[in-house]
Structures are given as C-alpha cells and as structure tokens.
C-alpha cells in the first residue's frame, strides 16, 4: 500500500541542526522525498495545522495532558484553572501554535509503501521521555510533559508526523501546492516492489 505522510521538522530540530540526520532516516528506509522546504510558519498556518475545530482530536489532547498531569503528580486544574479536556485541548492547541511558529519549520512530503506507518515508527512516542531509543526522538530529544507542563508549553519533541492517511491527506493539502510535488523514481525502488 503506497501511500503519502507529512513530516514536519519543527523548530527545535531545525534549530539544533538536526534536519540532514533526521530526514537522512527516512530515506534509508525506502521513503522517497516527493515535496520539501522549509518556511517560516505564520499563526494562521499554524492554526489550520492544529485546528480546534477537530472536536474529537481537542478532546483527546485534552484527555491526555490531562492524564500527564496525573501521572508526574500535578494538579491541572490548579495550574490550568480547568479539568475540562475540551479546554485543556484548546490551551495545548494554543501552546503547539506558539511552538510551531517560534523558528523556521522543515515540511516533507514523503512517499512509499505504508509511509503513515513506517514514519511514526521511526519517529517514536510523542513523549520524548518514553520514546524508545533508535527512534528519532528517542535519540535526540529529552523533554518531558512534566516539564512542559510545569511551564505551559508544548513538549518539545523534534518532529510532527501524519498519525493517520486521512490526516496525511489533510495536511499534504495545507502544507504543498500540486506544483511543488515531483513524481520520480528512486534506483532502488525495483527492489521495494519487485
């Protein structure tokens, strides 16, 4: 099954130099790079990027920063001033919108069999604590929602990964123009699909 997935290089691993080491992961897997640049990432992309409209998606952030809290022995609702997941969600969506445009941004559009799959493998758990090591941020990132939650912000985590192949879509769409896609075949891709 080929499919397409986002990657989003975020401001920290841009900013730690990391863009060569993590994209360099993807493509000795067999993914194949079909769109990238790198832009500086305005509020109102990012905003579409982390849409509160997503009522479901909102709700679940909520749900587990919530169960972060819990977890590291905080209190949200002193430090938020809710236990609402809805708004927590919100306030987390608040928080990845003020990361995401904090620096320059790494978008990619990659290409292969079960992309969606083989990238979130490889990118690990979206807590850097608990991510296991050989992935990308279990290698490189140590962050914890302790911390960040401590400091009301988001957990810096390297990297945004398309977690399903309609949410691949959606953000192929948001992110690339039609123009900016190239179709072309890697010498290697014989050996995938022979």
């Not at 292969?112 to 290698?139: F, M, N, Q, S, W």
């Not at 914890?144 to 985590?157: D, Q």
């Amino acid at each position: 099954m080929v499919e397409r997935t986002v990657v989003l290089i975020k401001p920290d691993g841009v900013k730690r130099g990391l863009i060569g080491e993590i994209i360099s992961r993807f493509e000795k897997v067999g993914l194949k790079i079909v769109a990238m640049k790198m832009v500086w990432v305005d509020e109102g992309l990012a905003a579409k990027h982390y849409p509160v409209s997503r009522k479901d998606w909102v709700k679940k952030v909520g749900e587990r920063t919530l169960k972060s809290y819990q977890e590291y022995g905080q209190d949200a609702g002193e430090l938020l001033g809710t236990m609402d997941p809805e708004q927590v969600g919100r306030l987390v969506c608040e928080w990845l919108v003020d990361f995401l445009i904090g620096g320059p941004v790494v978008a990619v559009l990659l290409d292969g069999p079960h992309a969606v799959e083989v990238v979130r493998k490889l990118v690990g758990e979206t807590y850097p604590l608990k991510a296991a090591p050989g992935t990308i941020r279990g290698d490189w990132m140590i962050d914890s929602p302790a911390l960040s939650n401590t400091k009301k912000r988001a957990i810096k985590n390297l990297i945004h990964a398309s977690g399903t192949s309609e949410e691949a879509k959606f953000e192929e769409d948001l992110w690339f123009h039609k123009n900016e896609i190239h179709s072309y075949k890697r010498v290697d891709e014989d050996l995938i699909f022979g």
